[in-house]
T-cell receptor, first 109, second 118 residues
Framework: GIQVEQSPPDLILQEGANSTLRCNFS?????LQWFHQNPWGQLINLFY???GTKQNGRLSATTVATERYSLLYISSSQTTDSGVYFC???????????FGKGTRLHILP | DTEVTQTPKHLVMGMTNKKSLKCEQH?????MYWYKQKAKKPPELMFV???????INESVPSRFSPECPNSSLLNLHLHALQPEDSALYLC?????????????????FGPGTRLTVT
C-alpha cells in the first residue's frame, strides 16, 4: 500500500543543536505539508512544499518530488521546538491524504 | 486571519448520549475536514466537505454524522459512541478540495476537541 515514512521516530537534542527530519513517500504526490504538533495537540503549519525549497527563520524544508522525499531542517533548536513533527501528503494516484507517523523531538535546556 | 476554532475543547459523554462538535473558519475556505487522532498516533482523515457537499467519507461508522450548514461551519454529530472512539478530533480547512484534481490544499487546523467516551 501507499506509505509515508518519517525518520527518525524520536530525537533528543541539546538546545542550540541542528537537526534534519526526513519524510519518504512511496508514490507521487500532489501536495506535501509539514506540521508541528505542540504538547497541547495544536497542529501548526510549518511549510506547504510539494516541491522545491522554502525557508522561514530557523526552519527550512526541501522536497525532491522525483526522488519521493522531503527534509525539514531545524537550526539552533529551542525548547519550544519540542513536540511532534508530521509530514502529510496527498497522493496523486487516489487523492488520499496521509500523515506519516511523526518524529517526536525533545529539546533539552 | 488563519484561525480555525473548535468547540468544546473537552467533552465527556456516555455511550447513550448525543452530542455535537463544532468547527468554524472565516478565511473564505471552501473545503473543511474532520480528522481523528488517537494518543501517540498521526491524525486520520474521516470526512472532507467541498463547497458544502460531502466529498470524502473514509468508511467512518454511522455513529459519526458530519454536517456542513454553510461554508464557514462544520459539525460532527455523535451518537451511541464506544469507549474506543475516545480521541482528539481535529477540524481543518483549506482554500479548496476537488477529488481527481491537483489541489492547492494547504490545510489549517483548529485546536481540537478532546473527547472521552465513558
Amino acid at each position: 500500500g501507499i506509505q509515508v515514512e518519517q525518520s527518525p521516530p524520536d530525537l533528543i537534542l541539546q538546545e542550540g543543536a541542528n537537526s534534519t527530519l526526513r519524510c519518504n513517500f512511496s508514490d507521487s504526490v500532489n501536495n506535501l505539508q509539514w506540521f508541528h504538533q505542540n504538547p497541547w495537540g495544536q497542529l501548526i503549519n510549518l511549510f506547504y512544499i510539494p516541491s522545491g525549497t522554502k525557508q522561514n527563520g530557523r526552519l527550512s524544508a526541501t522536497t525532491v518530488a522525483t526522488e519521493r522525499y522531503s527534509l525539514l531542517y531545524i537550526s539552533s533548536s529551542q525548547t519550544t521546538d519540542s513536540g511532534v513533527y508530521f509530514c502529510a501528503v496527498e497522493m496523486n494516484r487516489d487523492d488520499k491524504i496521509i500523515f506519516g507517523k511523526g518524529t517526536r523531538l525533545h529539546i533539552l535546556p | 486571519d488563519t484561525e480555525v476554532t473548535q468547540t468544546p475543547k473537552h467533552l465527556v459523554m456516555g455511550m447513550t448520549n448525543k452530542k455535537s462538535l463544532k468547527c468554524e473558519q472565516h478565511m473564505g475556505h471552501r473545503a473543511m475536514y474532520w480528522y481523528k487522532q488517537k494518543a501517540k498516533k498521526p491524525p486520520e482523515l474521516m470526512f472532507v466537505y467541498s463547497y458544502e457537499k460531502l466529498s470524502i467519507n473514509e468508511s467512518v461508522p454511522s455513529r459519526f454524522s458530519p454536517e456542513c450548514p454553510n461554508s464557514s461551519l462544520l459539525n460532527l454529530h455523535l451518537h451511541a459512541l464506544q469507549p474506543e472512539d475516545s480521541a482528539l478530533y481535529l477540524c481543518a480547512s483549506s482554500q479548496s478540495y476537488q477529488r481527481g484534481s491537483v489541489n492547492s490544499y494547504e490545510q489549517y487546523f483548529g485546536p481540537g476537541t478532546r473527547l472521552t467516551v465513558t
